[in-house]
């Protein structure tokens, strides 16, 4: 009832362009470029968010926290604000958690870069990870992604030895053979291929990856005109986008240290989107089904009231 109730004041609030709503002094907002999130960094190169918010006094400060279970943990203290890219396992651990994180717009829907990737020579299927080592971020899309691939073997967490850590550690630890198997994305897993690596598998057919823009309950319920703010600055850089193609890529190959072919493939795999649709929040709900069939939530959520109106199409 709570988040309804939230639901309903950010819709009308939104909708209504109120000049009540007080804006923020401060805005602490998560920098995510991986696994190539050209919006966000689009609008962190342009400083698009910084102009937008200078007439309101409004300080933007960016946040470089790449694990969405660790966005969450900077939430729940009160450190962050909103996230410009957080996968929607944990979204829904979060709130399990008894985190609010709303969903206050679509980002990408990027199956095709997120991969399992063995070491250098190993040529593993998924059977083959039985006893393996494999490395990656807990609490995830990718956790969710191995968890699903075994799943589909007939095997389970318990067949493998599963080390949390983070991307770029888990690239350091597959490449040099330290460890079995990594859970990497995007431009990680083009280095891990030029390293000798093999992808097992991506997470295409296995799981509907789905990264968002999120806020915490409670700058969605005092700000809500500051999170409209952000999700307008998102859409414009997505046009942007669309409308200067060649050098919003050269943007992205540069920060990734990729050539702009390299960033090509990425950015055609990761299928950009600004709304959410009914097959977004059915996703979400298969998504819930699955993490609790894992025993990783044991508490029911009704997915429809983490979605904020801003990440609707009106």
């Known amino acids: 009832m709570k988040r309804q109730l939230v639901a309903l004041l950010v819709a009308g609030i939104c909708g209504a362009g109120s000049a009540w709503a007080d804006m923020p002094k401060n805005l602490n907002i998560v920098y995510v470029k991986s696994p190539f999130n050209l919006q966000n960094m689009v609008m962190k190169h342009f400083g698009l968010l910084e102009k937008a918010f200078e007439k309101d006094g409004v300080t933007v400060t960016w946040h470089d926290i790449t694990s969405g279970a660790k966005q969450a943990q900077a939430m729940a203290s009160g450190d962050i604000d909103m996230s410009a890219v957080m996968n929607t396992a944990s979204v829904l651990l979060s709130n399990a958690a008894d985190n609010p994180v709303y969903i206050a717009s679509g980002v990408a829907h990027p199956a095709d870069v997120f991969a399992i990737v063995g070491k250098p020579g190993s040529h593993f299927t998924i059977k083959d990870l039985k006893g393996k080592k494999v490395v990656g971020p807990r609490g995830t899309v990718l956790h969710q992604l191995l968890l699903s691939a075994l799943a589909k073997e007939g095997l389970t967490a318990d067949d493998v030895e599963f080390i949390s850590m983070g991307l770029p550690q888990s690239l350091a630890a597959v490449s040099s053979g330290q460890a079995d198997v990594a859970l990497l ?50 859409k414009e850089a997505l046009e942007w986008i669309k409308a200067h193609p060649e050098e919003a890529l050269k943007i992205g190959a540069e920060i990734h240290g990729i050539s702009v072919e390299q960033a090509k493939v990425l950015a055609d795999g990761s299928n950009y989107y600004q709304y959410l649709t009914d097959r977004d929040i059915e996703g979400l709900k298969e998504d819930l089904a699955f993490l609790k069939a894992q025993g990783l939530i044991k508490t029911d959520l009704k997915v429809e009231d983490l979605v904020l109106p801003t990440a609707m199409a009106k």
Request: with cysteine; proline share 2%; hydrophobic share 45%.
């Open 185 to 234: 994305a995007a431009s990680l897993v083009t280095k891990a291929k030029s390293a000798g690596c093999d992808v097992v598998t991506t997470a295409k057919g296995l799981v509907n990856v789905n990264l968002v823009m999120t806020a915490t309950q409670r700058f969605a319920k005092n700000h809500p005109e500051a999170v409209q703010k952000v999700v307008d600055v998102e």
